[in-house]
């Protein structure tokens, strides 16, 4: 298996832009999770999915942030606009509820840079 | 609310030496506790996991950790560390059925020659 796929893997922009960030969690996979990592609040999670649905997005810090998931295989966070206290790695993982384990596997994040 | 308690930011350890990284949480209710290691550049990697059974559970790479539900501790260990163990260490929970994690603030784990 090809593991979560994130990308773009760095992400530099400047403030007020457009930024939007992909993930294909590992197939079959029913749980999706957006996590942002800082020096200053480590990691935090954003927003989760189950089947594709948002189950709690009450870490998605303001308005400006959003997340989707058309589909099992694909997901986004977009940010809009953007500004240079955005600056953080942003994760996604994902798990699967038939293995009853609760293990999350994460991607290899997205660094993203807000000028 | 849960919470998790990373009292060690940083944890220097010669080669060939062991370590160990304490790890407290609270939370009312029954847990799932994990360890998950970062390599510099890279996203998280499972290390171990404690669900449910035997309170010394053993990981990846030689590490294991004992769960202590009266210390309501999950302190990892390793009898000897290598040099590529240098790495970022952080512990986790989950509020079982809940599939949502609190993460500590994390470990950084630097093994000298």
């Known amino acids: 298996d090809a593991g979560v796929i994130q990308s773009p893997r760095h992400e530099v922009t400047e403030m007020g832009q457009e930024v939007t960030l992909r993930c294909k969690p590992i197939?079959?996979?029913?749980?999706l999770f957006w996590y942002r990592q800082t020096m200053m609040r480590g990691l935090e999670l954003l927003i989760y999915f189950n089947n594709n649905v948002p189950i709690d997005d009450s870490g998605m810090p303001e308005d400006r942030f959003s997340a989707k998931m058309p589909n099992a295989s694909f997901s986004t966070l977009k940010i809009q606009p953007s500004e240079p206290r955005d600056s953080a790695v942003y994760f996604c993982?994902?798990?699967?509820?038939?293995?009853?384990?609760?293990?999350?596997?994460f991607g290899p994040g997205t660094r993203l840079t807000v000028l | 609310a849960q919470s998790v308690t990373q009292l060690d930011s940083q944890v220097p350890v010669f080669e060939e030496a062991p370590v160990e990284l304490r790890c407290n949480y609270s939370s009312s209710v029954s847990v799932y506790l994990f360890w998950y290691v970062q390599y510099p550049n890279q996203g998280l990697q499972l290390l171990l996991k404690y669900l449910s059974g035997s309170t010394l559970v053993k990981g990846i790479n030689g590490f294991e950790a004992e769960f202590n539900k009266s210390q309501t501790s999950f302190h990892l260990r390793k009898p000897s560390v290598h040099i590529s163990d240098t790495a970022e260490y952080f512990c986790?929970?989950?509020?079982?059925?809940?599939?949502?994690?609190?993460f500590g603030t994390g470990t950084r784990l630097k093994v000298l020659a």
């Open positions: 986790a929970v989950s509020d079982r059925g809940t599939y949502k994690y609190i």
């Open positions: 993982a994902s798990s699967f509820l038939g293995g009853s384990t609760d293990t999350q596997y």
């Open positions: 197939s079959g996979h029913d749980y």
